[in-house]
């Protein structure tokens, strides 16, 4: 009985939250007064979500469930949503209060990746967790454009190297956002020591610099490639330059 009744106040406060169209009518009073840690966890993440797209009066209810129910994953994230400089300042302090980089922590963070500094992005990229390298490169999206190519490649040391092609992958679109001869060799290096699917997405990324740089590599490329599947997509990636 109690079951079905917990489930019939969670459906109720789903309509609500979901009929509300704008999430700037809903209000953050509300939303934090029917809070509970024994809720589902994805209607605790969709509350807090709502507070989090709230901004800074969000954040103020925000404030109050932490110090009410403690760091909850959930709280963590709607943290990142709100893109308020006190709530960048507690992630902060979770992050370095904790022994081990969290994943959650880092992902609410990722937009504020310019203020992290140099070497604490090496320690994250060098973890083996592929969820923490992850976010790890989402946060560096927004840091690089502080960083030049030469130090960018150095912290992509590890993650261009990672057996995981999610990993890879991630790095190399990173790169392509540069146009630099350094960066283009780089994206060449991977071209020759990957597979497939990684040598394919560092071929496009080349085609996509589409510089005096990128044709330079990609006509070498293709031809000091051997016949095959790679040789391929460097000639097609070299042809579009031409168009």
């Known amino acids: 009985m109690i079951k079905n009744s917990l489930i019939c106040k969670e459906e109720v406060l789903r309509e609500k939250i979901f009929l509300t169209r704008k999430s700037s009518s809903l209000d953050p009073s509300w939303l934090a007064g029917v809070y509970s840690t024994s809720l589902t966890e994805d209607l605790r993440y969709l509350i807090s979500e709502r507070l989090g797209w709230l901004g800074a009066k969000g954040w103020q209810y925000l404030k109050r469930l932490i110090d009410q129910e403690g760091v909850q994953p959930e709280f963590i994230y709607a943290s990142g949503l709100c893109y308020q400089s006190e709530a960048k300042d507690w992630l902060f302090s979770q992050l370095h209060c904790k022994s081990k980089f969290q994943v959650e922590i880092?992902?609410?963070?990722?937009?504020?990746?310019?203020?992290?500094?140099?070497?604490?992005?090496?320690?994250?990229?060098?973890?083996?967790?592929?969820?923490?390298?992850?976010?790890?490169?989402?946060?560096?999206?927004?840091?690089?454009?502080?960083?030049?190519?030469?130090?960018?490649?150095?912290?992509?040391?590890?993650?261009?190297?990672?057996?995981?092609?999610?990993?890879?992958?991630?790095?190399?679109?990173?790169?392509?956002?540069?146009?630099?001869?350094?960066?283009?060799?780089?994206?060449?290096?991977?071209?020759?020591?990957?597979?497939?699917?990684?040598?394919?997405?560092?071929?496009?990324?080349?085609?996509?610099?589409?510089?005096?740089?990128s044709i330079k590599v990609l006509l070498r490329l293709s031809q000091s490639l051997e016949n095959g599947q790679k040789k391929e997509m460097a000639i097609k990636q070299l042809s579009q330059q031409y168009r």
């Open 106 to 213: 880092l992902q609410a963070l990722s937009c504020w990746g310019g203020r992290f500094s140099i070497q604490l992005l090496k320690n994250i990229l060098s973890e083996e967790s592929q969820a923490i390298r992850l976010a790890g490169l989402e946060i560096l999206k927004f840091k690089a454009h502080q960083i030049n190519d030469e130090l960018l490649i150095e912290i992509l040391k590890e993650p261009i190297s990672d057996f995981r092609e999610a990993v890879v992958l991630k790095a190399i679109h990173i790169l392509q956002r540069r146009d630099g001869l350094m960066v283009c060799n780089e994206l060449a290096k991977i071209v020759k020591h990957s597979h497939e699917t990684t040598s394919d997405a560092a071929l496009i990324a080349l085609g996509s610099i589409a510089n005096t740089n």
